[in-house]
């Protein structure tokens, strides 16, 4: 079976920090390229980036790629997202994604506010 569990996600106050991570199972992860996805209240789905399979090559949306880092550890299985800076258009429910082969995990909440 499958899965994907990310977990770290809380409330912050702007300019805050946190790392998500991506617990994976199910699947030959070092096999696959990951990524972060979120949805923020009310609007769709934004690719928040990418990195390859060792971890050597990373992508980012333009306007997260100064704040936001992806890692991986193969050993682990595990998937990290670590956000800096936090602002409030950073509220979401995040998800990491093996997208192709369409695995998905179930997200974990982020909430930037005062």
């Known amino acids: 079976e499958v899965q994907l569990v990310e977990s770290g996600g809380e409330l912050v106050q702007p300019g805050g920090s946190l790392r998500l991570s991506c617990a994976t199972s199910g699947f030959t992860f070092d096999d696959y390229g990951m990524s972060w996805v979120r949805q923020a209240p009310g609007k769709g789905l934004e690719w928040v980036g990418s990195?390859?399979?060792?971890?050597?090559?990373?992508a980012y949306a333009e306007s997260l790629k100064v704040r936001f880092t992806i890692s991986r550890d193969n050993a682990k299985n595990t998937l990290y997202l670590q956000m800096n800076k936090l602002e409030s258009g950073d509220t979401a429910v995040y998800y990491c994604?093996?997208?192709?082969?369409?695995?998905w995990g179930q997200g974990t909440q982020v909430t930037v506010s005062s």
């Open positions: 994604a093996n997208m192709k082969s369409d695995y």
């Open positions: 990195i390859n399979w060792d971890g050597v090559t990373t």
